[in-house]
């Protein structure tokens, strides 16, 4: 399958799509042969911003690219942004994870019921393909960010066979690390800090966390798109650093200042897990990926543990402690890949978002 032929002719929905992700997956679709690219959220100044940005700079395509305003929390909303849609690439979500921590039901209002939203207006308009957006903090979850988002994949894997049953809708999750430079994120904030002489602030020199690029993320969402079965949960396999490293990298780049300790943040973990020890127990190698099936089994107990066969758990999680972890100049390099720190070097104006 060629992912962008497949797009050919169809019409796209972001949710939360004018964020950084959002503007990623305009850059990878937007000169291709797709019909229509939907954008959906509820911030109607950075829908203007979007909207004469694409005028600016591709006017010949720009026409491509529909602006609804709604929220996902809002059902009614959603059904008028799906109808006549194909595909949709779910990442409106409430993501900052202090925010969450003081404002948990506003979490679970985005996060969980908007979630069930969107499957059931995609259900109803029989859209083909939906992609759900998680994240690390969803495995094993300390936080009300990490632990509404892992509510969200339950939903998703619940009501995956029922969805495809009943419309032959492909729902599906991704779960990615830490996005560079996108909102709530560390990198535009030492930038930030440096560029005022002021000190860095590190939460723990030797917390570690997965690195990922806007480009990746867009890759493994349409990976899943291109693989998926209902239900199924696809991880990228990621490089990684300690803060006190991807500090050292920043600096490098950017120029040296002090750096300070102020301990860890509400809900922080000292690293993330990408997949859990119960999840690699039906987790399938694709290379570069991770396909996790859904757990199949129903309600009658009985024949999993009456006449089935015992499963005991994985020996370890894959987490940001046990992957490949960056030195300094391997940090460099990654958050070189970023548009954000490339503009940020050349003066130019940005847009950070998630």
């Excluded at 690219?65 to 949709?88: E, T």
């Excluded at 291109?226 to 990684?240: R, S, T």
């Excluded at 940001?320 to 958050?335: A, F, Q, R, Y």
Aim: proline share 3%; charged share 25%.
């Amino acid at each position: 399958m060629n992912i962008k032929e497949t797009f050919a002719g169809k019409t796209l929905v972001i949710t939360g799509g004018t964020g950084s992700f959002g503007s990623t997956v305009l850059k990878h679709f937007l000169t291709t042969d797709i019909s229509e690219i939907r954008i959906f959220s509820r911030d109607e100044k950075k829908q203007d911003w979007m909207r004469h940005t694409l005028q600016a700079q591709n006017p010949e395509h720009a026409s491509k690219v529909k602006f609804f305003i709604g929220d996902v929390r809002n059902i009614d909303s959603v059904r008028d942004a799906l109808y006549g849609a194909n595909y949709i690439f779910h990442a409106a979500a409430l993501k900052e994870v202090p925010s969450c921590e003081f404002f948990p039901m506003e979490a679970v209002k985005t996060n969980i019921l908007g979630t069930d939203n969107v499957i059931t207006a995609a259900v109803e308009n029989k859209v083909e393909r939906v992609v759900f957006l998680s994240t690390d903090k969803a495995a094993y979850p300390i936080n009300s960010m990490g632990m509404t988002k892992a509510v969200g994949e339950k939903i998703v894997q619940a009501r995956a066979q029922t969805a495809f049953d009943r419309a032959g809708t492909v729902l599906s999750c991704t779960r990615y690390g830490n996005v560079m430079c996108s909102r709530g994120s560390v990198i535009p904030l030492f930038i930030d800090q440096i560029k005022r002489g002021a000190p860095i602030t590190i939460t723990d020199p030797n917390m570690t966390r997965f690195l990922m690029n806007l480009d990746e993320a867009v890759d493994l969402v349409a990976f899943a798109f291109e693989h998926a079965e209902p239900g199924d949960l696809f991880i990228q396999k990621a490089d990684a650093s300690t803060i006190g490293d991807l500090a050292k990298g920043v600096m490098k780049v950017f120029g040296e200042t002090e750096t300070k300790i102020i301990g860890t943040r509400h809900g922080e973990k000292l690293y993330e897990t990408l997949m859990t020890r119960e999840e690699k127990l039906r987790a399938t190698d694709m290379g570069n990926y991770f396909r996790i099936a859904p757990d199949g089994r129903s309600l009658n107990y009985d024949k999993f543990y009456v006449e089935g066969d015992v499963l005991t758990e994985s020996d370890e999680a894959y987490t940001s402690h046990n992957t490949n972890l960056l030195d300094v100049d391997g940090v460099v390099k990654k958050i070189m890949t970023t548009d954000y720190v490339k503009e940020e070097l050349e003066g130019r104006p940005h847009i950070v978002e998630a």
